[in-house]
């Protein structure tokens, strides 16, 4: 007694499995191409960035410029601005670094136009805050070497800023030029001031200010490009090896069935 034989697929179920199979791979490969692009896109920012961060430095972009700025273009580029602080409006901004938790210390800078420039002077620990805060004793123009920053809106994840309290998660330029009063032309963008010193996490050299410690910009992209684009291309061949199979065993099937 011989065992049942399958029938061969009827045409419009054969239609509608090759369909869904051609359809598959070419959205994969789509969007394996498009993560190609975005590779691209990711490595060319990351060079740009870097010849930025090391890059002789250039006067902060004044009023002029500022409709002119964009992240792709300007962002971590090393600029140079010279005025005098406000440290009665320092302000305190949470953050985790290497050293551990505690703040960044955000201090107004009123440059030579009149605008004011916010600018990030480094992080100080938990225990020291208050005399960071309160430390007055600079007068003068500075001349002060940094990173350009974008502004940080909103707050952290599930931790909103809350100026009315004082609570600053994030370095929101307008929230907090609103909350210092300092009048409507202010720097869209602030600056991470750079360490005068060879590095963040090393001593400070003798006579040097140990807090607050400037140059802990962490500059870190994420770029996973490149596994995406595999994973997409994979999936393209499983179609293609599905559909080929398909074709094989429909060959197969009619084979028999004659």
């Given at each position: 007694m011989y065992g049942h034989i399958p029938s061969p697929r009827s045409l419009r179920r054969l239609a509608a499995w090759s369909a869904a199979l051609a359809l598959a791979f070419a959205?994969?490969?789509?969007?394996?191409?498009?993560?190609?692009?975005?590779?691209?896109?990711?490595?060319?920012?990351?060079?740009?960035?870097?010849?930025?961060?090391?890059?002789?430095?250039?006067?902060?972009?004044?009023?002029?410029?500022?409709?002119?700025?964009?992240?792709?273009?300007?962002?971590?580029?090393r600029v140079v601005v010279e005025g005098r602080f406000?440290?009665?409006r320092s302000t305190l901004v949470t953050a985790t670094t290497e050293l551990g938790s505690g703040y960044w210390v955000l201090t107004p800078l009123?440059?030579?136009?009149?605008?004011?420039?916010?600018?990030?002077?480094?992080?100080?620990?938990?225990?020291?805050?208050?005399?960071?805060?309160?430390d007055a004793t600079a007068n003068g123009d500075e001349n002060v070497i940094g990173l350009l920053r974008f502004t940080e809106p909103g707050g952290a994840f599930l931790r909103q800023n809350d100026a009315a309290s004082g609570r600053w998660y994030s370095r929101d330029v307008g929230a907090l030029a609103a909350s210092l009063q300092l009048g409507p032309v202010v720097a869209p963008y602030f600056i991470d001031q750079v360490a005068p010193h060879a590095a963040a996490h090393a001593p400070a050299p003798a006579g040097a200010?140990?807090?607050?410690?400037?140059?802990?910009?962490?500059?870190q992209f994420s770029n996973n490009h490149r596994i995406y684009a595999a994973t997409w291309f994979a999936l393209a061949?499983?179609?293609?090896?599905?559909?080929?199979?398909?074709?094989?065993?429909e060959r197969r099937l009619r084979s028999l069935a004659r």
């Open positions: 959205v994969f490969v789509a969007l394996g191409v498009w993560q190609v692009q975005r590779l691209a896109w990711k490595e060319g920012l990351i060079a740009r960035v870097e010849q930025h961060r090391h890059a002789k430095p250039q006067p902060a972009p004044g009023p002029d410029a500022w409709a002119h700025l964009t992240r792709e273009a300007d962002e971590y580029r406000d440290h009665q009123l440059r030579k136009d009149g605008s004011w420039l916010l600018v990030n002077r480094g992080f100080v620990p938990v225990d020291r805050r208050e005399s960071v805060v309160n200010r140990e807090w607050p410690r400037a140059g802990m910009t962490v500059v061949a499983m179609a293609a090896c599905a559909f080929a199979y398909l074709v094989l065993d």
